[in-house]
């Protein structure tokens, strides 16, 4: 009985953790964009997420070490640093755009612009970290998060064709402009493939003392929460594709994407939209400080653990006590947070092959999984997501740049 | 041999960068983005206030939407000065 509540709650945390302002954003840009076509780029992103928080769970219950503690074990410090600053870098440009959309959320709701909201957000942020422990950051925010599902009853209401939906799985050229749709493509993938997701899983699964007995249940927490966490921002691309696509407005600025959910919800919608963004960003932005908190102290083998008492782990608090107010900065510089959203989910997919491949070799070591390794279907799943994104990454951010 | 190999790297590099720009939008290019971008932005600005007018948007952000369509609409314009100029 407390197996199938931990896969419930497992797959309630992953549908109300997977919306964040990465998703949300380049969901919505695909669907104004190139309605129903891009559907297939966030399937590939789920599948691929899906097998690597499968993976962080399993390396975690079976040999008990988090990613980044493996990685150093197993190649060294040397070569650790590679991935470490490669998810380090990453994570900290997704941290100030979460922090820039919960900053914009309550720019929507108050007038008072979001320069202003950032460095409370992450004071917000940092004091929920510092005072909260491990249950609260991870199921509380992602309980909160359900919210999301507001985009599925939107989507319904809107009547998005069901047959337009399935054909969007499928990868078709793009009929207009090739460079927005193959950036748009990867910035999808990178958002749902955030470093941050399986490293904080690992962390998690590793804090919570996960054994060989978790194994179903991370099985089905990493299927059953990435797949309707994946719907979820299939919702949002197809409310999208039937507010905006239809009447020729492309997503710029994060101003139009509330127009999402007041068009089939009403006033209702709106403040369903402010809430989503203000709730699945904060809930992000908690794992994400973490996470950066986990990676540093892990990797450097620091004490480390977000129930500890801040003086318990004080290198591990210093991290997210310094990475907080440096991300919100971004937002009180004026940088425009669609753009940096959408530049950070793109280079989060360049990355992929740094951070994947590695995780990759630990899978295959008995050392470490004994009669756990990975199949051959997961490494080759893993493998092709990470070196196309990253191949179509170095081709498009380049021309999407120039082209913008 | 290792003078060789970053030779090679830099020739690489210069056929990457010669690729890239190679790809940069053309005048007529430039303009249609322009054009579409300020569709997209009159269009945004519409449905802003319909949806202000029926009551499902509240008076504040409807004039905050009002505000970034007018700024999008402007830098469109702009850029479509920019573009059909010779």
Redesign the interface.
């Known amino acids: 009985m407390s197996k199938l509540l931990e896969i419930a709650l497992g797959i309630v945390t992953g549908i109300g953790g997977f919306l964040e302002t990465g998703s949300l954003a380049t969901s919505a840009q695909a669907g104004a964009g190139f309605g129903f076509q891009l559907i297939w780029a966030i399937a590939l992103g789920v599948i691929c997420i899906a097998f690597l928080v499968e993976m962080a769970g399993r390396l975690a219950a079976i040999s008990h070490h988090t990613l980044p503690d493996a990685m150093r074990e197993r190649f060294g410090i040397r070569f650790f640093l590679a991935p470490l600053v490669a998810v380090a870098l990453v994570s900290f440009l997704v941290l100030a755009a979460e922090i820039g959309g919960v900053a914009l959320a309550l ?2 709701a ?2 008072v612009s979001y320069r202003v909201w950032a460095l409370p957000v992450a004071a917000a942020v940092w004091l929920l970290l510092w005072k909260g422990t491990l249950g609260v950051v991870e199921k509380g925010a992602s309980l909160l998060g359900l919210v999301t599902i507001a985009f599925v009853v939107g989507a319904v209401r809107l009547h998005a064709p069901l047959a337009d939906v399935v054909s969007g799985l499928l990868p078709t050229a793009p009929e207009h ?1 090739p ?1 927005k749709y193959w950036f748009t493509a990867v910035s999808i993938i990178g958002a749902s493939v955030s470093p941050y997701l399986f490293y904080f899983y690992s962390a998690g699964a590793v804090e919570d003392g996960w054994d060989e007995g978790y194994l179903g249940v991370n099985r089905a927490t990493a299927a059953l929460g990435m797949t309707f966490g994946g719907g979820i921002a299939v919702a949002v691309l197809a409310c999208a594709a039937m ?1 905006l696509h239809v ?4 997503v ?2 994060y ?2 994407i ?2 999402l959910l ?2 089939p919800l ?2 209702a ?2 403040w369903l939209f402010v809430a989503s963004l203000g709730v699945a960003c904060f809930g992000a932005a908690l794992e994400i400080a973490l996470q950066l908190a986990y990676l540093v102290a892990q990797g450097f083998g620091w004490r480390w653990g977000e129930n500890l008492r801040p003086r318990e782990a004080a290198r591990f608090t210093l991290v997210y006590t310094l990475a907080l107010p440096l991300a919100a900065l971004v937002s009180v510089a004026g940088m425009d947070p669609l753009k940096l959203t959408v530049i950070s989910m793109a280079l989060t997919a360049l990355s992929l092959p740094v951070t994947v491949v590695p995780l990759l070799i630990l899978m295959n070591d008995p050392l470490y999984l004994g009669e756990h390794t990975n199949g051959w279907i997961s490494n080759a799943a893993v493998l092709a997501v990470s070196v196309i994104a990253c191949i179509v990454a170095l081709v498009a951010i ?2 999407q740049i ?2 913008s | 041999m290792r003078r060789g190999r970053v030779l090679a790297h830099r020739l690489a590099l210069l056929g990457a960068l010669a690729a890239v720009s190679a790809c940069g939008k053309s005048p007529e290019a430039r303009a249609k983005q322009a054009a579409t971008t300020l569709r997209s932005w009159q269009a945004t600005a519409r449905l802003a206030d319909e949806e202000h007018a029926r009551g499902a948007l509240p008076g504040e952000f409807a004039s905050q939407a009002a505000r970034a369509a007018e700024q999008g609409r402007a830098k469109a314009e702009q850029q479509l000065r920019q573009a059909s100029s010779p």
Do not use: Y
Not at chain 1, 247 to 250: A, E, K, P
């Open positions: 720019q929507f108050s007038g402009d460079a507010v009447r020729g407005i492309q710029d600025r101003e139009q509330p127009l007041s068009t009403g006033r919608g709106f380049p021309l120039m082209g």
